[in-house]
């Protein structure tokens, strides 16, 4: 499991994404980019990461299941996630 400051650090980054959505999109459309530099840095949704919901882990992120390589694969071939199979041919 992720250290706890970790997953804190993101909840507070994604607030931080979503109360300034508008202001960013408003200032992007209209090519102010001294406004966006006045912002805070967690404001832009690319400092965002995206993590395993099972055990956090950030790097082998497999977005359709929202878990991590590992966890897919200990998942899958215990016969939890329906409709995945190993594949043989």
Known sequence: M?????LE??????ATVAKYAAIRAELKKKGDYVGLSALP???C???LSRRCQATGRK???IGRFK???ITFRELAS???IPGVTK???
């Not at 650090?9 to 994604?14: A, G, I, T």
């Open 67 to 69: 878990l991590s390589r």
């Open 45 to 47: 949704a690319a400092r």
């Open 59 to 61: 790097r082998g992120y």
């Open 9 to 14: 650090r993101e909840k507070r980054k994604s």
């Open 2 to 6: 992720a250290k706890t400051c970790w």
């Open 87 to 89: 594949s043989s041919w």
């Open 78 to 80: 215990n016969g939890m």
């Open 41 to 43: 840095r967690n404001a």
